[in-house]
């Protein structure tokens, strides 16, 4: 085969092709090529460096050199005629960027150019190469990446300052280097005392040397979480969560909270909780408890009344029987109401009345040395509430007084004293109450006084200091004085002491727009009747006491001891029937089932319910006229029997 002779149109075809791929890559890159002949000032370029400027393509690709000075905007002019002396007289190349504005629409564009000379022999600069490239898009997204950038920095700091937690930002060392304004109100350090220092500063060395800050497992990646004691600038102690990580470059973070409020309100409902478990506890000996109390009551009462042969002081004797089961039923009444409070018997009362028999109880039965001062003049402060229990609440606070007196050791000018004032709580004002007046009772001593640990735990339900010899305390006593004045008052309790000092207790009642006296005297005459009546109760000594009771009036009196003897009788005897006094815990059926078969038998049935819970009402008991509470004195009883049988509710 013969080969034909080359005619270079290979060659040529390679070059073309060649220089149609580097216009191509020029295009795509938007980067063009030029060079300058020093000696003619004849600039060349190539198609995307015309493009680039804005100027019409050449023939010979020839740039004009003189427009092409004027194309970079003014203020970018200097800088360039710099770069270019230095280059053609020292041979420094340079790398510039600057803006132009285009030959044919005027557009501002940013371009990046570089150039180099080019030497002869001898070493003069003979020609200069250089490239220029459009790089507006990407200015244009870094300036808009830097405006992000600084919006998302402005975002962060307005989050950083605005936060309700301190935030302290740290070197690895930890040493603060930027802190929030929370941080400062905190640890009431301001700003410039805080930057460069460490947690050195708002932690003593027993609160760190109890909790170290432990900044390896931080270094490790660890979040460190911590509660520990900080100590502000003016010394006061203040309880803190402190969160403590290391971020992605290196800073460390803590987030530094107060929880002061957050433990105090934890502490208050873990003293709820405690005390609704005492109040559960109370239940559960109540029932027995009330029914004991309830045959005391009724015998005691049932001598009063038919008792005619009793001297003044046989009389004097059954009424401080019935006085003290009285005050017994109102005791086991409050502990039930540690768990359910209940607004039974409240009503307006003379406070002198109440304070002078605790304080005449307290100076018949404590030690005499102990002077005991009833500063409380009558019928000038009258109390919204319940009187019964608020001298429970009293006497607690009276004995407690004594005893701290007592264990001081009484000396002369030892003393218990309670006095009262008018004040009045405002909105926004001092005492935490809502607004209204309210009697201001102080029952002070001179006592040994309280540190201020014991006072944090006083009112706590089991809490007690005495646990020592014969009185050694269960921790029940102010309890219940804070159930009392607080949850059933809607008052106020706070104690002032100082260890060596004596106490000061300070109770704010609700003020009553009357004083009233809420004991009501017995019906003159006993109400009796000839119904029938059926007693379900589970206590042999109640429903003895209670068909003495009643059939000493003329009643019949039928008895069942428990819910499904109650039942066989009443469906045996049902139109015998008039009335059901029925106790609310039996065995075998409880009441509230009891009550709903018999209003199925006989929906008119008229039907008592008694207890021991302070708690129950008719609510729970739907077809039920009345509710007695245990215990309950017999005259009450004739009274509500009577009622009922009658209609007259």
Excluded at 210 to 231: F, K, Q, S
Excluded at 453 to 480: H, I, N, S, Y
Aim: proline share 5%.
């Amino acid at each position: 085969m013969a080969i034909p002779p080359d005619d270079g149109s290979s060659n040529g075809d390679a070059l073309v092709a060649s220089e149609a791929r580097l216009r191509r890559a020029q295009r795509v890159a938007r980067l063009g090529s030029w060079e300058l002949d020093l000696a003619s000032k004849v600039m060349w370029g190539s198609d995307e460096a015309f493009r680039i400027y804005g100027l019409p393509a050449a023939p010979d690709n020839s740039l004009p050199f003189g427009i092409v000075k004027e194309i970079p905007l003014p203020e970018y002019r200097p800088g360039l005629d710099r770069a270019l002396r230095d280059l053609v007289q020292h041979g420094t190349p340079y790398e510039i960027r600057f803006c132009i504005r285009r030959h044919d629409d005027g557009a501002i564009r940013h371009v990046h150019s570089f150039a180099e000379a080019t030497h002869d022999e001898a070493g003069a600069p003979v020609l200069v190469t250089g490239t220029i490239q459009d790089v507006t898009e990407h200015e244009e997204a870094t300036r808009a990446l830097q405006d992000a950038l600084r919006a998302n920095e402005e975002r962060a700091r307005l989050i950083l300052e605005q936060a309700a937690d301190a935030i302290f930002l740290g070197s690895p060392n930890g040493a603060f280097t930027s802190v929030n304004e929370r941080a400062c109100e905190l640890t009431g350090y301001d700003r410039d005392e805080l930057v460069g220092r460490s947690f050195d500063l708002l932690f003593t060395p027993a609160v760190l040397a109890a909790g170290p800050l432990r900044y390896d497992l931080i270094h490790r990646g660890d979040t460190v979480v911590n509660e520990r004691l900080l100590t502000r600038k003016d010394g006061k102690e203040v309880l803190v969560e402190m969160r403590a990580k290391k971020l992605s470059d290196g800073t460390l973070q803590a987030i530094v909270r107060d929880i002061s409020e957050r433990r105090h309100l934890e502490e208050q409902l873990q003293l709820r909780q405690r005390m609704d478990s005492v109040g559960t506890l109370a239940g559960g000996i109540a029932h027995d408890f009330n029914n004991i109390l309830a045959a005391i009551v009724g015998y005691a009462d049932l001598l009063r009344i038919t008792g005619s042969g009793l001297d003044a002081g046989q009389q004097r004797g059954v009424e401080g029987i019935l006085k003290a089961a009285r005050r017994a039923a109102d005791l086991v009444r409050g502990l039930q109401m540690l768990s359910r409070p209940e607004s039974a018997g409240i009503e307006s009362f003379d406070l002198h009345k109440v304070a002078s028999e605790v304080f005449q109880v307290l100076g018949e039965t404590t030690d005499r040395l102990i002077a005991k001062e009833m500063l409380i003049p009558p019928g000038r402060f009258p109390v919204h509430g319940s009187a019964s229990a608020l001298y429970h609440a009293l006497m607690n606070l009276g004995i407690n007084a004594v005893q701290a007196v007592e264990q001081k050791g009484p000396g002369e000018g030892d003393r218990v004293s309670i006095d009262a004032r008018d004040v009045v709580a405002t909105a926004g004002g001092p005492l935490p109450l809502p607004p209204g007046p309210y009697v201001h009772v102080r029952v002070r001593d001179t006592g040994v006084g309280m540190s201020p640990e014991v006072q944090k735990q006083a009112f706590d339900p089991l809490f007690t200091t005495k646990e020592k010899g014969e009185r050694k305390g269960q921790g029940l006593g102010l309890a219940m004085v804070y159930n009392i004045v607080v949850r059933q008052h809607g008052g106020l309790i706070d104690v002032d002491s100082a260890e060596g000092a004596g106490s000061t207790f300070n109770l704010y009642l609700p003020r009553g727009r009357a004083a009233e006296d809420g004991q009501r005297a017995d019906a003159a005459a006993t109400p009796g009747g000839t119904e029938t009546i059926l007693i379900v109760d589970d206590e042999q000594q109640i429903v003895t006491l209670s068909r003495e009771v009643l059939e000493r009036v003329g009643y019949t009196v039928l008895a069942a001891a428990d819910g499904l003897e109650a039942l066989e009788v009443f469906r045996a005897r049902t139109g015998e029937i008039d009335l059901v006094l029925l106790d609310r815990t039996l065995p075998k059926l409880p009441g509230e089932r009891v009550l709903q078969e018999m209003l199925r038998v006989r929906p008119d049935v008229k039907v008592v319910v008694s207890s021991g819970d302070a708690s129950v009402d008719l609510a729970g008991f739907p077809g039920a006229l009345r509710i007695l509470h245990k215990p309950y004195a017999p005259s009450l009883l004739y009274r509500v029997v009577r009622e009922v049988l009658d209609g007259s509710l």
